[in-house]
């Protein structure tokens, strides 16, 4: 009877084997979550960068395919009226911008005046919009418009890029006051979804007469995990 017993008594687990079963198991688990998190991150950050990679293909395909046909780029300081509704505001070679318009021209009607000015027939626009518009710096995304899909008329009911006075076509700060004003920022589509100006804080720069640079970071995920990319790309127009 006392072999028996002893016997049952080794048959069973001492606290202290049990403790070491619970801290085994535990580290098993934790090493088990540990690699289960470190697979969803990469998987979060992977889908992440083909996001990033698909604005970049997106962005540099639009840009090369208006370059190709434009006649001219003007480049402001940013969408907002007081830095884009007169000439002077235009951005000369070496200065850095938020707002790209691309300019599309007709031939001269010379039967009117063998001075008569190159009408703007068309114009199409590329802007990063602040997410903070008191903080001009902030990241925010990238959106484009273009007249021909925007088509609006002037006060006198004639299509503003075709004007009633060929002499006098509209200038391209009153082709934008017109049919794209401040209240319309953030309306238009969207290309990338979030972005930072990486040329002294701006997305663009002018280093030609007819060459633009495009200098950003793109920026996809959340608040807790940023994936981010930077993105070069020069753009020239035909003329």
């Known amino acids: 009877?006392?072999?028996?017993?002893?016997?049952?008594?080794?048959?069973?687990?001492?606290?202290?084997?049990?403790?070491v079963v619970v801290f085994v198991l535990g580290m098993i688990m934790m090493m088990s979550l540990g690699?289960?998190?470190?697979?969803?991150?990469?998987?979060?950050?992977?889908?992440?960068?083909n996001l990033?990679?698909?604005?970049?293909?997106?962005?540099?395909?639009?840009?090369?395919?208006?370059?190709?046909?434009?006649?001219?780029?003007?480049l402001y300081e940013s969408f907002q009226d007081a830095d884009r509704d007169k000439a002077e505001d235009r951005l000369l070679d070496g200065n850095s911008g938020d707002f790209l318009i691309f300019g599309f021209q007709n031939e001269p009607d010379l039967s009117l005046s063998l001075n008569a000015p190159l009408p703007i027939m068309r114009v199409v626009g590329y802007y990063r919009s602040p997410s903070n518009p008191s903080d001009p710096e902030s990241e925010g995304p990238v959106r484009f418009f273009?007249?021909?899909?925007?088509?609006?008329?002037?006060?006198?009911?004639?299509?503003?890029?075709?004007?009633?006075?060929?002499?006098?076509?509209p200038s391209i700060e009153e082709i934008l006051d017109t049919l794209y004003p401040y209240?319309?920022?953030?309306?238009?589509?969207?290309?990338?979804?979030?972005?930072?100006?990486?040329?002294?804080?701006?997305?663009?720069?002018?280093?030609?007469?007819?060459?633009?640079?495009v200098n950003g970071k793109i920026i996809h995920g959340v608040e807790a995990k940023r994936v981010t990319d930077t993105y070069n790309f020069t753009i020239s127009t035909r003329r």
Do not use: C
């Open 1 to 19: 009877m006392m072999l028996n017993s002893h016997r049952l008594r080794r048959s069973g687990f001492t606290i202290v084997e049990m403790m």
């Open 35 to 49: 690699f289960f998190m470190e697979s969803l991150k990469s998987t979060f950050v992977s889908e992440q960068k």
């Open 52 to 74: 990033i990679n698909n604005d970049i293909r997106t962005l540099t395909g639009k840009l090369s395919e208006v370059a190709k046909e434009s006649n001219f780029t003007v």
């Open 146 to 169: 273009d007249s021909d899909a925007d088509f609006k008329y002037a006060a006198n009911n004639q299509p503003l890029l075709n004007p009633s006075d060929p002499l006098n076509p």
């Open 183 to 213: 209240s319309s920022l953030g309306s238009h589509q969207e290309v990338v979804e979030m972005s930072e100006g990486l040329a002294n804080k701006r997305l663009f720069y002018n280093f030609g007469k007819s060459t633009t640079m």
